[in-house]
């Protein structure tokens, strides 16, 4: 996690994450997203809980030309 920010019952985290994939009946780890980052809003529920009300995230990496 880069950031974490608590504004009353409004929450927002800030990462960067490497997105790897295994086949569920086996199989090699593909690294699908190797290098992302994702912004991610949560509200607090009436329990105290934090639910996700927004999330958006996006790749640092460059488009490749085909």
């Not at 996690?1 to 409004?10: N, R, T």
């Not at 593909?30 to 934090?50: C, F, H, M, N």
């Amino acid at each position: 996690m880069e950031d974490v920010k608590v504004y009353g019952d409004l929450g927002l985290t800030h990462c960067n994450y490497t997105l790897a994939v295994t086949p569920k009946a086996g199989g090699e780890t593909v690294i699908a997203e190797p290098d992302g980052k994702a912004l991610t809003l949560y509200k607090r529920q009436s329990d105290g809980s934090w639910k996700i009300i927004y999330d958006c995230g996006n790749s640092n990496v460059q488009p490749t030309v085909e």
